[in-house]
């Protein structure tokens, strides 16, 4: 009974403080109460949601002004070129591509015609100086022949490739105009990921030229996403502000204003937008250029060593601490790793301070830097950490990353492209196979002369073998005009030679 009791009473004693402090003594509980809990609840709402609307506004205000100060320094690319091909002219000319058939005399003599026609592609790029520099992807104008500006106002304005770089895919662009719209450089390193940027650019068509889209960075520093393929350098900023065909070689734009980014890719399945797309750091592109304006190629560092990511295996074997780092496979003689002391079998963790966590960003780190730089690497040997100096040496030329691009076409005759593996099932090779792709060939140089195809596999070039086109440029590169060419091609899974004298230029 008294356990009830005290319960009760303890329940009676809270309603009694409740209602002293609703209604205080003298106090009637009337609708007029001089302070209302309600009505302030009301009133406060009231003025949130007028800040709120005020925020909203001001803030989109602020994106339709950044829009339309970014606008002017965005524009469309257009290229041409002129593409042959052989068109058959019977439906019986099926038949030659059969063994069987190909030597048969009905057959022999029937030579596909071959026919030219022009071929189209649609980009975007971006003003980055007042007297007509611009920034677009290196595959918006790859072998084109000619290449048109249209400006935000609809003037055209034809354009040369300065130089072209196809590991970072950067293009630098020039058009003969003065005081020019364009966009300043940002910082991409400071940028953080939830920040919000936009992207313009002409996304499925001139038709939509100037598009603006909104969103945020999703991610930093992807890389081993194989868009640039075997020798490319990646480092894409993510971001979820749509992307499409036509967009590539268009800014990236922080909220101040500032290029961030060149839009580069998308990740998808249906071919359309699906909230994943990449663009190139404005750092690097910025980097690219002004080696490009200045020393008419790309200048990397170099550091001479074969290595590779060490994985959990490597790390138990060599009682490393964590599961990080590259690990030294070789050192190339007379390298800077050689004159710095690295040795098989050391394990780099850091680079000037920073953690090593992926093959390809230690690669990046030492090509960002210029041939000379002293850099410090924390390396791991023999159970102890120590850290060694390396001065940087160069790189070899990247050929295709050198000023007038064409010239080289003009003196070899034809243009090659990676082997992928899709190429390879298309050609019906060897998964095992490595070389270049021959593109196209010019109808009257001494390449088709001398019997040269469109389709041929190209594995070695003067004795030297080649499985990637920056390797068969670095042998072309030394070359010299009146030289005689030796290919060593694959056809049809027969392998042969060709040889002919490049011309020059």
């Known amino acids: 009974m008294r356990t009830h009791y005290s319960k009760f009473a303890t329940a009676l004693t809270i309603v009694l403080v409740f209602l002293i402090i609703r209604y205080p003594l003298g106090m009637?509980?009337?609708?007029?109460?001089?302070?209302?809990?309600?009505?302030?609840?009301?009133?406060?709402?009231?003025?949130?949601?007028?800040?709120?609307?005020?925020?909203?506004?001001?803030?989109?205000?602020?994106?339709?002004?950044?829009?339309?100060?970014?606008?002017?320094?965005?524009?469309?690319?257009?290229?041409?070129?002129?593409?042959?091909?052989?068109?058959?002219?019977?439906?019986?000319?099926?038949?030659?591509?059969?063994?069987?058939?190909?030597?048969?005399?009905?057959?022999?003599?029937?030579?596909?015609?071959?026919?030219?026609?022009?071929?189209?592609?649609?980009?975007?790029?971006?003003?980055?100086?007042?007297?007509?520099?611009?920034l677009t992807n290196h595959h918006v104008i790859a072998q084109a022949d000619t290449i048109n500006i249209t400006l935000a106002n609809e003037q055209q304005i034809p354009a040369t490739v300065v130089g072209s770089d196809p590991n970072t895919d950067i293009a630098v662009l020039k058009i003969n105009a003065e005081n020019l719209p364009y966009m300043e450089f940002g910082d991409s390193e400071a940028l953080q990921v939830g920040e919000m940027v936009i992207a313009i650019g002409?996304?499925?068509?001139?038709?939509?030229?100037?598009?603006v889209t909104q969103g945020i960075v999703s991610a930093k520093g992807r890389s081993d996403l194989n868009i640039l393929g075997r020798e490319g350098y990646e480092n894409f900023i993510q971001t979820d502000a749509a992307i499409n065909r036509g967009n590539s070689g268009g800014p990236l734009i922080n909220m101040r204003g500032q290029l961030v980014g060149i839009n580069t890719a998308i990740a998808s399945q249906s071919g359309g937008f699906q909230g994943i797309g990449f663009a190139i750091p404005s750092n690097m592109a910025r980097s690219v250029m002004e080696s490009i304006i200045e020393k008419g190629r790309v200048v990397r560092g170099f550091i001479g060593i074969n290595f590779q990511p060490v994985n959990e295996t490597i790390a138990r074997a060599l009682d490393l601490p964590e599961t990080r780092g590259v690990i030294i496979g070789d050192v190339v003689s007379g390298s800077p790793a050689?004159?710095?002391?690295?040795?098989?079998?050391?394990?780099?963790?850091?680079?000037?301070?920073?953690?090593?966590?992926?093959?390809?960003?230690?690669?990046?780190?030492?090509?960002?830097?210029?041939?000379?730089?002293?850099?410090?690497?924390?390396?791991?040997?023999?159970?102890?950490?120590?850290?060694?100096?390396?001065?940087?040496?160069?790189?070899?030329?990247?050929?295709?990353?050198?000023?007038?691009?064409?010239?080289?076409?003009?003196?070899?005759?034809?243009?090659?492209?990676?082997?992928?593996?899709?190429?390879?099932?298309?050609?019906?090779?060897?998964?095992?196979?490595e070389g270049v792709v021959v593109e196209e060939v010019d109808r009257n140089s001494p390449a088709s002369e001398n019997g040269l195809q469109q389709g041929d596999v190209i594995i070695s070039l003067n004795r030297r073998a080649v499985s990637s086109v920056s390797?068969?440029?670095?042998?072309?590169?030394?070359?010299?005009?009146?030289?005689?060419?030796?290919?060593?091609?694959?056809?049809?899974?027969?392998?042969?030679?060709?040889?002919?004298?490049?011309?020059?230029?």
């Not at 002129?82 to 019986?92: D, E, G, K, L, N």
């Not at 002409?202 to 598009?211: K, Q, R, V």
């Not at 060419?485 to 230029?505: G, H, K, T």
Request: aromatic letters at 8%; zero cysteines.
């Open 28 to 134: 009637e509980s009337t609708e007029d109460t001089p302070y209302d809990f309600q009505d302030n609840e009301l009133n406060a709402q009231t003025e949130y949601a007028e800040d709120s609307r005020d925020l909203l506004t001001r803030f989109n205000s602020a994106l339709v002004n950044l829009s339309d100060v970014s606008k002017p320094a965005v524009v469309v690319v257009s290229t041409e070129r002129t593409v042959r091909a052989q068109q058959r002219r019977s439906p019986f000319d099926f038949f030659r591509d059969d063994p069987f058939f190909r030597d048969h005399p009905f057959f022999r003599d029937r030579e596909p015609e071959e026919r030219e026609y022009q071929q189209r592609g649609l980009g975007s790029g971006v003003i980055v100086s007042d007297d007509g520099y611009i």
């Open 202 to 211: 002409s996304p499925l068509g001139a038709a939509l030229a100037h598009t």
């Open 338 to 433: 050689e004159e710095a002391g690295l040795q098989s079998e050391d394990v780099i963790l850091e680079f000037n301070g920073r953690a090593i966590e992926s093959g390809s960003e230690f690669r990046r780190s030492v090509a960002e830097k210029a041939p000379g730089t002293e850099v410090t690497l924390t390396v791991y040997r023999d159970g102890s950490e120590m850290e060694i100096m390396v001065t940087l040496g160069e790189m070899g030329a990247q050929e295709l990353a050198v000023a007038d691009q064409e010239t080289l076409r003009e003196v070899i005759g034809f243009s090659v492209t990676e082997l992928t593996d899709e190429l390879a099932r298309r050609l019906r090779l060897p998964s095992n196979l």
């Open 471 to 505: 390797e068969f440029n670095e042998v072309v590169g030394e070359m010299e005009p009146d030289d005689v060419m030796l290919l060593q091609i694959v056809r049809d899974n027969n392998r042969f030679f060709i040889a002919f004298e490049i011309r020059s230029s």
